[in-house]
């Protein structure tokens, strides 16, 4: 009880040198209860670099990284590189982090829409079935921080609304924490309650209102890249409507 | 007295695919052909450091094949080569090396063909030991890191942060590998261990729906060319590790041109 005040996850001041490349400098973030945390940024920013720092995967040059005792994470990867020789099913690949609970495997994937791609081999899913499998399996050890690299990575557009819904549906319904890494602009702003703008350091950060109108938000990605998206924010409500039900109809690509 | 040596002869081919088979497939899932390429090229080099120190000369190749898995998993930390150089390097290094080394011991005479090639035909009682015990050695070992390696084989990252420890798993089985590679050494030869652990594991995935049957199929697809390899060899007095290889690879393309559907409902 004494640690629900404490944030899931927090990252201080933190700089990470390799060799003599600086990618990352000056770093702070909180996770909360459920609460969704987007880093977004350009190619090159250090995202996913972060992630894996905040994972505990990359030890930082200095800096702390802090996670909640007995903090269960749920981490999707940007993507699986897996060799074409390796028979693996759908199944197999769930059954590997949850030894082999069939009941759990199924409500899983159904959770994610994913139930029918069950038995197909992992190599041959399309972008978005593959995202919805990644997701299904950082959830199997029912974790209270969900972290998701690029998790709309090689989906369309109607599969990245979709993908987006889910993942706030999931926060909704689990009441877990989410950090996820976007370099997408616009949709991502909808379904996020916080924004991190990262390149290198942090530009700015702050609800996504409030990002888009950061001078150094405007500065990082164009005027232009950024008046487009003032029809996300502000219409966002309408948009999410309009895409939910158009999803819906290609759920099925 | 003929029997006997044929006898050994088949029982030392068996054993070494039955171990070669799971070994293989998880060279071929994880890419590693080059590095099991590299741990067999350093062979000579136990020879000489059998010699020098009066010991076994299998254990001077276990030894060896050890301590090249060691360098080559720190030298894959470094970002200045690519790893396939890193690994031309050392195998072409440690072949050298060896042969120089040897040269240097002058009352030693071996037959280099043998090491090259394998002579699975001499292979004596106490070879048979090596490849028995260090086999079941190595198959129990990769039996009992098997989950933790399979998750390793998909993703690296996911298998850390679901609490797999990582290193300690690869370590262990570079060392299993380096082991395997030691005692199949005698039978194909350090130029051909690496097509006995690839040739069947890559033949079985055709027929495999998934990791354990793949393995399973690879052992008995190199039962089967070890006993193809054998007996053509015999039949037509051709040299017997070249010979199984050869066979294997009929095998292989036999099975590449059998129908999908054959074994195995399409997925």
Redesign the interface.
């Known amino acids: 009880m004494s640690n629900l005040g404490q944030p899931f996850l927090e990252v201080s001041a933190v700089e990470l040198i390799l ?1 003599k490349r600086l990618l990352l400098e000056n770093i702070n973030l909180k996770v909360g209860a459920g609460e969704i945390l987007t880093v977004i940024g350009p190619n090159g920013a250090g995202k996913t670099t972060l992630l ?1 720092v905040a ?1 505990g ?1 990359q030890k930082p040059t200095s800096g702390t990284v802090r996670q909640r005792p007995g903090l269960t ?1 749920g ?1 999707m ?1 940007q993507r ?4 074409p ?5 759908v199944r ?2 769930m059954a ?2 949850c030894n082999n609970d069939q009941g759990k495997i199924l409500s899983l994937l159904a959770e994610v829409g994913a139930a029918h791609v069950i ?3 992992v190599q ?1 899913l399309s972008g978005g079935e593959l995202q919805r499998v990644l997701l299904a ?1 950082a959830l199997v ?1 029912e974790p209270d921080l969900l ?1 998701l690299d690029e998790p709309v990575q090689g989906v369309d557009v109607h599969g990245q609304v979709e993908l987006y819904q889910l993942i706030s549906r999931l926060r909704d319904q689990r009441g877990c924490a989410v950090l996820m890494v976007s370099h997408d602009l616009h949709l991502v702003m909808a379904a996020t309650d916080q924004v991190l703008c990262l390149n290198r350091h942090i530009c700015c950060s702050g609800t996504p209102e409030s990002v888009t109108n950061d001078p150094a938000f405007v500065e990082l990605f164009g005027s232009a890249a950024v008046q487009s998206m003032a029809v996300y924010v502000h219409d966002k409500d309408h948009h999410h409507d309009h895409c939910s039900t158009c999803g819906r109809r290609s759920a099925n690509d | 007295m003929i029997d006997d040596f044929l006898l050994r002869a088949l029982f030392g081919g068996l054993g070494v695919a039955l171990v070669a088979g799971p070994f293989g497939s998880f060279v071929v899932w994880r890419r590693l052909a080059y590095f099991g390429d590299t741990l067999s090229h350093s062979a000579l080099l136990g020879v000489a450091l059998g010699f020098i120190l009066h010991v076994n000369l299998t254990v001077g190749i276990i030894v060896i094949c050890q301590l090249l898995a060691i360098l080559l998993f720190y030298s894959q930390r470094q970002r200045q080569l690519a790893s396939d150089t890193m690994l031309g390097i050392f195998a072409h290094g440690a072949l050298s090396l060896g042969l120089v080394a040897l040269s240097f011991m002058e009352d030693v005479r071996i037959d280099l063909v043998a090491y090259l090639f394998g002579d699975i035909l001499a292979i004596s009682n106490g070879d048979l030991g090596w490849i028995f015990i260090g086999g079941g050695v190595a198959l129990a070992g990769l039996l009992w890191l098997w989950k933790p390696l399979l998750a390793i084989t998909i993703h690296e990252d996911l298998a850390r942060v679901e609490g797999v420890p990582v290193d300690r798993v690869n370590w262990m089985f570079l060392g299993l590998i380096a082991l395997v590679v030691a005692v199949m050494m005698k039978v194909v030869g350090m130029l051909l261990v690496t097509a006995l652990l690839i040739i069947p594991a890559a033949t079985a995935r055709r027929f495999a729906g998934n990791p354990e049957m793949m393995a399973v199929l690879a052992s008995l697809i190199g039962c089967l060319a070890v006993c193809l390899g054998l007996y053509g060899s015999f039949q037509w007095d051709t040299p017997t590790g070249p010979t199984i290889v050869v066979a294997a690879c009929i095998v292989f393309t036999l099975g590449f041109l059998a129908p999908r559907g054959l074994f195995l409902k399409d997925q």
């Open positions: 060799g894996r994972l995967l994470i981490y990867p699986l590189h897996l060799d020789t390796l028979p693996l099913t197999r690949f590997l982090a038995d197909s081999a041959t399996r050890r972290v």
